[in-house]
């Protein structure tokens, strides 16, 4: 009897307990088994002479490879992607009752205000002036990191930058 036959069923069903509902989507006990047996007889071709394992050992050696492939499916499909592939420009954005970046400082700042602006806008990119005029009008870096579909962090670090263009004009 082959390891595939004796411990599928077992692996499967020990693998199915672990994922939870919202992971059923991104991965399943079949795809996690299956790599973990090929890991397993990667292992064991790589070894130059033949090693002697018994059934209990191969199973425990198996559930270890299993549960760290399935760590890894976990922290991929969890983990917080830059962007996600998007790019969000400020023609992109829909927020209600608020107007572009040009239009909110023009209704709200005096001239030389104006002017100061128009010099840094060639300074910061259009993403830097969508978080700006967002800032203006009354948003937290949370609610703004919600909007934009990103982490927290990103809108700190792009803050960081506004503010040294601003600084560099002093």
Known sequence: MTAWESF?????QFLERRIPDHLQAHTNASDVMQSAFLSLWRYFQKQERPIQVGDEELWKLLVTIARRKLTDKWRKVLTKKRGEGRVITATDLEVQRQTSFDQFVVQRMDQELVELLEDIEAKINEECQVIVSMRLAGMTNAEIATTLNCSLR??????????????END
């Open 8 to 12: 599928q069923g077992r692996l499967r």
């Open 154 to 167: 990103r809108i700190e670090r792009k803050l960081v930058l506004i503010k040294s263009a601003f600084s």
